[in-house]
């Protein structure tokens, strides 16, 4: 109450020893609670005036299960064995996790049973969910469920005794009981030894978290800096109201080194290990109430600052530290927080990136979030990694849209025993697949006609163009600023002598502007290396010099970062000693970091245009069609007997200008044949 009056009292030199007196009042009562609770709960005492569960609570609707053992019981020796559950009810186990007197105390708690059919959904609100990382596999920490030790991870250990923790203090501020909290965690109630199970549970994921009352997320134990990460969140997440009678803001100054602060405990927050692993995606996207980072004590605000680190001066390529929380933030708002499916070649492009224990994870955790009427893919623990991913495919690529899958193959090694029109989820990205927008991208609106021939994909398609020559460079993953800029000169060379040999013509009216290699030559350059025909919108030249690019309009980069406070997300993570405008080459930059890495440029002298391709592309690879595609793919021929049918493996994506483009779907043949992919 002190800090609703705006003082300190803490540090008020008069009341400091009444304060002090008065908290410690306050422990000792605190500790009374819980010596009451834990006498009354041994000598099974009900607490008066109906504070403990009523008819209708988890208590009496989950009696019919297990008999829970006695907080304070005798500890078995055995090892504790699991009960099967009824796979026709959709029953699952929750962990009743129970008070205790001491912090230091074992963990303990009770596995019931409850079914989530037979109109039991409402009593299900009752429970959490908890989203976590398993941390180290070692199985060091103990539990004890049903008066047997349990052997979980110590990072689970950790969440739990944090969750009673803070069970009991919100018990002890309402004067209350500190009452047993139910819990779904994977890890206790999932027998993990029975691979049926494994697969039956796993189905029901969507509907667990679905069903949930809170999804409570453990990042780990507090770690330096995550008090100030959370501060920096927290402010810029919730920035003060703007308008008409609304006082006027007024945004704080940092110095360079606070911002270095700023900047070094995001980076450690967003580096746990939780914000990586496949699982958490749907749990986060899938939970109904809002998630927490119980080690902090934090509510997660969403993390919508979406300022490019780079602006701070960070040079990091590729993902981004902070590129894991960003993604989570857009599947959650791209499935409608859990309400609405999403394309599953979608989310496999989205989980890609993600780690998990199991590999075969990384396609099983993702489909809760996917219409099982659509793709009938089902968790399967008997089947190989291989075999899971070669289902994955034969079910996605006949969909609409699914030919965007091939985004994420990048194997025409054919490694793992994969066929190379399979996507790769084993080994580390070359590059990064283009992002398909209906809007800015086509080639065929046409439904894919996809066929399979055992491990052969059969696409219907035609072969536009071949790669003529290739420039040398190719974008390192962890280029400056200036090897960025020194790249773009050369890329810009490599084209400007193509086009004096003939072999390339850019050329054309978009929106109104003519632009060329040489007229307007960084709005062709924006469009392209950005994938987007629209990028150079918000472009500007010099008024006596209409090659020289300046920085973007302020309305348009507003634009950019719509449903943030652009400035204050500055004032947090840049110097108030730096230059506020932004370098000209920008978006140049920022594109070759996006869809650059990995990639380098090359020539398709029939079709006279440059195109972007996969680093391992050669001269002489194909440049293909596929009906239904939103994007070229780069194939490469493989040779074979006279006579037989052509075969090609499949390379990656390529991207080609809106002219080349236009000229494909003017010149596509009214009859495809089928193009086989081994």
Not at 511 to 528: L, S
Not at 571 to 588: F, K, M, Q, V
Not at 642 to 667: C, D, H, R, S, W
């Amino acid at each position: 109450m002190a800090h609703s009056f705006g003082v300190n009292f803490e540090k008020h030199p008069m009341v400091a020893p009444i304060w002090d007196r008065l908290q410690g009042l306050e422990q000792q009562l605190d500790r009374l609670d819980l010596a009451v609770n834990a006498i009354l709960k041994h000598l099974n005492i009900s607490l008066p005036d109906g504070i403990g569960p009523a008819d209708g609570e988890p208590d009496a609707l989950l009696s019919t299960s297990q008999p829970e053992g006695a907080p304070n019981s005798q500890v078995s020796d055995g090892p504790y064995e699991y009960k099967a559950l009824d796979f026709g009810k959709a029953e699952i186990r929750l962990f009743a996790l129970h008070d205790a007197g001491d912090d230091s105390e074992d963990i303990r708690g009770s596995v019931v049973h409850v079914s989530l059919e037979e109109n039991q959904v409402a009593r299900l609100r009752k429970y959490n969910a908890m989203s976590y990382c398993w941390g180290d596999p070692r199985m060091d920490g103990r539990v004890i469920v049903d008066g047997h030790v349990f052997r979980v991870t110590q990072n689970l250990e950790s969440a739990l005794r944090q969750m009673r923790k803070r069970a009991a203090k919100e018990a002890a501020a309402t004067r209350a009981s500190s009452p047993k909290t139910f819990w779904w965690i994977d890890q206790i109630c999932i027998n993990q030894g029975d691979i049926e199970e494994r697969g039956n549970q796993v189905s029901l994921m969507r509907r667990i978290y679905r069903g949930a009352q809170s999804v409570h997320i453990w990042l780990g134990d507090a770690i330096e800096g995550s008090e100030l990460a959370m501060d920096v969140v927290n402010k810029i997440g919730r920035p003060p109201t703007r308008g008409p009678g609304e006082k006027e803001v007024e945004y704080p100054r940092f110095s360079e080194g606070d911002v270095q602060k700023h900047w070094q405990a995001l980076r450690l927050l967003l580096e746990q290990s939780w914000w990586e692993r496949s699982w958490i995606r749907q749990e986060v996207s899938l939970g109904s109430r809002t998630q927490y980072a119980d080690s902090l004590g934090h509510r997660i605000p969403g993390l919508c600052s979406d300022v490019d680190d780079r602006q701070a001066g960070d040079s990091m390529l590729g993902f981004s530290f902070y590129h894991q929380a960003r993604s989570i933030r857009a599947l959650r708002k791209a499935s409608h927080a859990g309400r609405s499916f999403l394309p599953l070649q979608d989310l496999l492009l989205h989980f890609r990136h993600c780690k998990a224990t199991d590999l075969r994870d990384k396609i099983y955790s993702m489909l809760g979030l996917a219409d099982p009427e659509i793709y009938l893919l089902r968790a399967d623990y008997r089947l190989s990694l291989p075999e899971v991913l070669k289902s994955a495919a034969r079910a996605i690529l006949p969909q609409k849209n699914g030919l965007r899958l091939l985004g994420a193959c990048q194997n025409h090694e054919r490694c793992h025993d994969l066929p190379s029109w399979v996507p790769n989820l084993i080994d580390d990205w070359k590059y990064r697949p283009f992002e398909a927008d209906d809007a800015r991208h086509y080639i065929s609106t046409a439904e894919p006609s996809v066929k399979f021939d055992q491990d052969t994909l059969l696409a219907k398609g035609f072969i536009l163009d071949s790669v003529t020559t290739i420039c040398d460079t190719v974008v390192p993953h962890s280029a400056t600023t200036g090897q960025l800029d020194e790249l773009y000169q050369s890329w810009q060379q490599f084209t400007e002598k193509a086009q004096e040999a003939g072999h390339v013509e850019v050329h054309g009216y978009q929106y109104g502007a003519k632009y060329g290699i040489h007229e307007r030559k960084d709005m062709f350059w924006v469009n392209f290396l950005s994938t987007d025909r629209m990028a150079s919108r918000h472009l500007r030249y010099s008024p006596n010099d209409n090659t020289t690019l300046l920085s973007e309009r302020e309305d348009g980069l507003k634009m950019q970062y719509i449903g943030l406070n652009l400035k204050l997300a500055q004032s947090y993570l840049l110097p108030a000693s730096s230059e506020s405008s932004l370098h000209p080459l920008r978006p140049i930059r920022a594109a070759l970091t996006k869809y650059g890495v990995g990639r380098r440029l090359g020539v398709c002298a029939g079709q006279q245009t440059p195109v972007l391709l996969p680093g391992d592309a050669i001269p002489g690879d194909a440049i293909a069609v596929f009906r239904g595609a939103t994007f070229p793919y780069v194939l490469r021929k493989l040779s074979g007997a006279e006579g037989m049918v052509e075969q090609y493996v499949l390379v990656g994506e390529a991207f080609l200008p809106e002219t080349a483009v236009n000229k494909a779907i003017a010149y596509a043949p009214k009859t495809m044949d089928a193009i086989h992919i081994v």
